[in-house]
Nanobody, 129 residues
Framework: QVQLVESGGGSVQAGGSLRLSCAASGYTYSSNCMGWFRQAPGKEREGVAAIYTGGGSTYYADSVKGRFTISQDNAKNTVYLQMNSLKPEDTAMYYC??????????????????????WGQGTQVTVSS
């Protein structure tokens, strides 16, 4: 049974930082994709960052480029999301997801929710102004 367990959410003031963690179990972690998505109240789910666990290549939403960094520890089957320079508009429930590379885009790990078949329970991030 696949389990994705997120941690690290919380409340922070604008300009602050948080690091989210996602530990995967029961999943073939290597050579697949791990991603972070978020959903704010009343808004659609939005892809934030993705990483190819086999080689470490990453992909980011434009809204977080230069502020967020996705990384991984293969030995721990864990992916991280370092979030710096946080803004109030980053407030959302953040979800970790595990999935497959997209064959239509050269086998890349992108931010299409349909590519991710497993989801964590989410961790709340609140940024106050």
């Amino acid at each position: 049974q696949v389990q994705l367990v997120e941690s690290g959410g919380g409340s922070v003031q604008a300009g602050g930082s948080l690091r989210l963690s996602c530990a995967a179990s029961g999943y073939t972690y290597s050579s697949n994709c791990m991603g972070w998505f978020r959903q704010a109240p009343g808004k659609e789910r939005e892809g934030v960052a993705a990483i190819y666990t086999g080689g470490g290549s990453t992909y980011y939403a434009d809204s977080v480029k230069g502020r967020f960094t996705i990384s991984q520890d293969n030995a721990k089957n864990t992916v991280y999301l370092q979030m710096n320079s946080l803004k109030p508009e980053d407030t959302a429930m953040y979800y970790c997801a595990a999935g497959k590379r997209n064959p239509l885009y050269g086998g890349s790990c992108l931010l299409f929710a349909a590519d991710f078949g497993y989801w964590g329970q989410g961790t709340q991030v609140t940024v106050s102004s």
